[in-house]
């Protein structure tokens, strides 16, 4: 199936791995954007959005690493989901390039079940995303199991606002600490229940408030609160779609 809607940006220097990924990745989308350095990666980057970017990690010009620093630092990417491409990491270090920036990892060879999982897991709705998209994320973490998706998200819309209440709390009392422990949970949270555009500002959040950003914190929170807000406002409905067998 082609998914229109899901721009990708590929950087690769070799030809072939740039012709290869392409094509892989042609099952999912028509949209692809292929950069032969690290250079023209960057001058992509700096204008237009992409859903999914893959990065060599070893490109010359500008590599992954560095790539990805600039990215985050400040660009129309600088919340995308990066993945790093590359044929030296070994699957247990994969921590090591998410704390570099990196959304995921994909080791070559590549292979299209390595794709798929990227795809199903980062994939984020575009706009706003509405009913179906929740009940849906929840759906496919659960295999599909209704009851127990009913369950665990009656749970999220009990915790939510009480965890909303307390990052607040210490966000305007300065507590660093303490909001990045109830952020982090809530991250975790977000990506149990599969809620990609959630995860991403949580993400963001979690990040300002490790680098000792309060000013910048606040502002994600206001995006996350707004988010949460609007998801709270549509549990009735989250709900419905959830126990509906065509959804």
């Known amino acids: ?44 980057l700096q204008y237009q959005k992409y859903a999914l970017v893959f990065l060599d990690v070893n490109m010359p010009g500008l590599t992954g690493f560095e790539l ?39 080791i070559k060879p590549i292979v299209l079940a390595d794709l798929q999982r990227i795809i199903s897991a980062w994939r984020t709705p575009t706009g706003d995303a509405d009913s179906r998209y929740y009940a849906n994320s929840v759906l496919e973490k659960v295999d ?26 210490a966000l305007q009392g300065q507590s660093a600490e303490l909001a990045l422990d109830i952020t982090h949970k809530m991250h975790g949270s977000f990506c149990f229940y599969g809620f990609n555009d959630f995860r991403n500002i949580a993400g963001r959040l979690e990040d300002s408030l490790i680098a000792g950003e309060l000013a910048e914190a606040r502002q994600h ?24 067998e065509r959804l």
Do not use: Y
Request: net charge negative.
């Open 1 to 44: 199936m082609i998914l229109t809607d899901l721009s990708i940006l590929i950087a690769d220097d070799n030809e072939m791995n740039r012709w290869l990924l392409a094509e892989q990745l042609g099952c999912w989308s028509d949209d692809i954007t292929l950069a032969v350095d690290g250079r023209e990666a960057w001058h992509f």
């Open 68 to 106: 990805v620093k600039k990215v985050r630092a400040g660009s129309a990417n600088e919340s995308s989901q990066v993945i790093a491409v590359t044929a030296h990491v070994q699957s247990h270090q994969k921590h090591l390039l998410i704390a570099d920036g990196f959304n995921d990892c994909l």
């Open 144 to 169: 599909s199991n209704r009851e127990l998706g009913r369950q665990f998200l009656k749970k999220l819309f009990q915790e939510l606002p009480v965890q909303l209440v307390k990052l607040e709390q």
């Open 221 to 244: 929170f206001q995006q996350l609160l707004e988010k949460c807000n609007r998801l709270l406002g549509m549990q009735a409905d989250v709900l419905t779609c959830i126990g509906t």
